[in-house]
């Protein structure tokens, strides 16, 4: 492989070590897949890019003459892209090498000297643009004349996927998928997959057979090469993770659920916009803003105190509805807000904005102070905060259609930041590949029935590489449930990860999941959500958090029958390590969760338990670990989130484990559930699952599928 061609030898110096690894290992892959595909792998805004823009660099140099690139179907993606193409690669356009254009601006009559050069085509993912590259391709034999790379970003966006036939019952390939497998076919390029959330193409059969005479190209990646992320780059940990950033507690701000129902249908009699500023009803979103006003003045005087530069540029997203008329309605209590605030800025006395800013004053430096960063004081802040809302250094936009954003867009193709403080109001636009600058504050609030894994992990836009100084100042508003939600996408995610990158996939990731009649049947990857959801490894302990238990008349008779069961199988007594069998702990569970009220959407439910019991026992046998005597708190001693651990991490799951060889062990912690621990001084079991050793890993859904 030629290392020091003329592409690659000026692009090369701009890669740390990892990264020029990862970019050698790709094309030396190529030689090797054949017709499937190369995966890289990298994370949310991690500069995946750069990554594959090195790959194209250094597959001209050893042969390829045709760069494709697939964008997610958004015009202003394509045209972000088009314009990094020709930024990254200005040296060559200005010697005439390279020709870089969108399919669909693709000149007339291409000379053969034009088509000498090596040819950079970028394509939206689009039902019109993928057959407007086919006819290209085939008008000037490309396919015959030129070797091809084809590089799909955002690989597991329209790629991919299946419809029923209603009338045949049998299924085909979507639109753009049946596009991009006819492409393979006609061109037989060498296809790299570029994605953060691959789990839709990782869980593909290696052969696709939909029961039709349609050839289908491979979707399963054959190979992965992981896409490090460079210093800087601050991804889901940061945010949800407290035991690798203990700083994130200063992150997370929680809004009430009432307050999205607020902003997202116009109703006087719940909210009138012209108490913005006395209101309870929006005291979130209000203070949300209020921080970020302050975030920003801080960071401009912490820069020198002159608003002007990009440097002094900083944007904050509101993310809760995908309809425009939520949109409008958002931005109609923010306008009157900033109007009410720009009144208050411009009195004599402004007690009530001299304690906005005071709030939001202490509330920053707070992080600010632990970081080490200097402080500005309070009456310089203050202020400077009424002269940013006087002189009207705010501005908000709307980004909701395709004429909107195109309008928005700076030269490189990313969102424009108008003025110091930009508030941007959007829905699922603002996600994969948007670029907004200086991010450090998001408002988020989308909340749909069935929390799709990769789509949540999109909308994190405040992923990415972001400086000290600025997540200092950067805070992250949502409800506790779906806080708690991201939380659990994130460690579902990160397990994951870890796991594809220690190579642990060897023999594939299974899905399962239950029928209607609650037997566990394979399940397609786009079905699965994160609601209920559970990954399975050895050791993996699985327990409902987040519920109360009924009152003491209500539950007494289905503990004592528990108690029954537990003696009949260990000489009369509960506590101890015995056998049961499967049958007999399903009872158990159907018996505790009649004994208890569910309060957390995330809490482990019936269905789920039961299942589980059922996939993982494979003797009809299992270990049980009972505890008795038990005092745990249903609440955490230094927080307001529920108790996780209702056991003793050194001794009880210890030997649970140790039980769990073969089997896995049905940990029962009869807790006395008393008053003073916030129950309801009423005697119950608490179970956990612990899954036994060897369990080929798989991913768990409750979720009952049609």
């Not at 039709?212 to 800087?232: D, Q, R, Y």
């Not at 829905?427 to 929390?451: A, E, H, V």
């Not at 997540?471 to 659990?488: G, H, P």
Request: net charge neutral.
């Amino acid at each position: 492989m030629i290392l020091e061609g003329e592409f690659f030898k000026v692009k090369k110096h701009e890669y740390n070590e990892k990264t020029l690894a990862c970019i050698k290992k790709s094309v030396e892959k190529l030689s090797e897949i054949e017709d499937k595909p190369l995966m890289m792998l990298g994370k949310i805004q991690s500069g995946k890019t750069k990554s594959f823009i090195g790959v194209v660099s250094l597959s001209f140099d050893n042969g390829y003459d045709l760069a494709v690139i697939l964008t997610k179907n958004s015009n202003a993606l394509a045209k972000q892209t088009v314009a990094r193409m020709k930024q990254e690669f200005s040296e060559f356009l200005e010697e005439d090498s390279v020709e870089i254009f969108d399919i669909m601006n693709a000149s007339p009559n291409m000379t053969k000297f034009e088509l000498e050069k090596k040819l950079i085509i970028v394509v939206k993912k689009e039902k019109n643009n993928l057959p407007r590259l086919m006819d290209f391709i085939q008008t000037y034999s490309l396919a015959q004349n030129k070797k091809c790379l084809i590089i799909d970003d955002e690989a597991d966006f329209v790629s991919v996927g299946y419809d029923k036939n209603k009338e045949t019952e049998e299924f085909d390939l979507r639109k753009i998928a049946a596009q991009i497998n006819e492409l393979k076919i006609q061109t037989e390029c060498k296809f790299i997959q570029v994605t953060a959330t691959p789990y839709s193409l990782y869980l593909q059969p290696e052969n696709i057979n939909l029961g039709n005479e349609i050839e289908i190209k491979p979707v399963k990646p054959h190979e992965t090469v992981l896409v490090p992320s460079g210093e800087g780059y601050i991804g889901g940990e940061y945010y949800f993770d407290r035991e690798k950033n203990p700083l994130g507690e200063y992150l997370f701000h929680a809004i009430e659920e009432s307050e999205l129902g607020i902003l997202k249908n116009s109703d006087r009699r719940k909210y009138k916009e012209e108490e913005g500023l006395t209101s309870d009803k929006i005291i979130g979103l209000r203070t949300a803003i209020l921080n970020f006003i302050t975030g920003g003045c801080i960071r401009i005087l912490q820069n020198g105190g002159n608003p002007r530069g990009k440097s002094n540029k900083f944007s904050f997203i509101i993310h809760t509805e995908i309809s425009k008329s939520s949109h409008t309605r958002q931005e109609n209590i923010i306008e009157e807000l900033l109007l009410q605030l720009k009144n208050e800025a411009q009195k004599k006395d402004t007690s009530l904005l001299d304690k906005f800013i005071e709030n939001s004053y202490f509330n920053m430096i707070q992080s600010v102070e632990k970081y080490g960063f200097e402080i500005p004081s309070l009456d310089e802040v203050i202020g400077y905060v009424k002269t940013a809302i006087k002189n009207e250094w705010l501005s908000k936009v709307i980004v909701n259609s395709e004429n909107d954003i195109n309008t928005l867009l700076d030269d490189d193709g990313q969102l424009r930041l108008r003025t110091p403080l930009n508030i941007f109001i959007g829905g699922q636009i603002l996600d994969r590949g948007i670029t907004i600058n200086n991010l450090i504050g998001f408002y988020y609030g989308r909340n749909p029935n069935k929390m799709q894994q990769d789509t949540v992990l999109q909308h994190s836009r405040m992923y990415g590489y972001r400086s000290e100084k600025d997540l200092a100042v950067t805070r992250f508003y949502t409800t506790k449930n779906l806080y708690e939600k991201m939380s659990q996408i994130n460690d579902f995610d990160a397990k994951l990860r870890e796991d594809f990158e220690q190579g642990n996939f060897d023999k594939g990731i299974i899905f399962i999941s239950t029928d209607s009649n609650g037997k566990i049947t394979p399940c397609s990857p786009q079905k699965i959500r994160i609601s209920n959801t559970q990954f399975l490894k050895e050791g993996k302990t699985i327990t409902p958090i987040g519920f109360q238990t009924g009152y003491k008349t209500h539950i007494k008779d289905y503990v004592k029958e528990i108690d029954k069961i537990l003696r009949e199988n260990n000489k009369g007594e509960l506590k101890g390590k015995f056998t049961i069998s499967k049958d007999e702990a399903c009872k158990i569970i159907e018996l505790i969760y009649k004994t208890i009220k569910i309060e957390n959407d995330n809490c482990v439910n019936k269905n789920t338990f039961i299942s589980l019991i059922n996939y993982l026992s494979s003797s009809g046998k299992i270990n049980v670990y009972c505890g008795i005597d038990r005092n745990i708190a249903r609440l955490r001693a230094t927080s307001r989130y529920y108790s996780d651990m209702p056991y003793n991490r050194d001794n009880d799951l210890r030997q649970a484990k140790e039980l769990a060889s073969k089997e896995p062990t049905l940990m029962l912690m009869r807790q006395n559930g008393l008053k003073d621990n916030g129950w309801m001084d009423a005697e119950f079991y608490w179970p956990v699952l612990v899954v036994q050793n060897n369990v080929p890993k798989a991913v768990y859904t409750s979720e009952v599928l049609k």
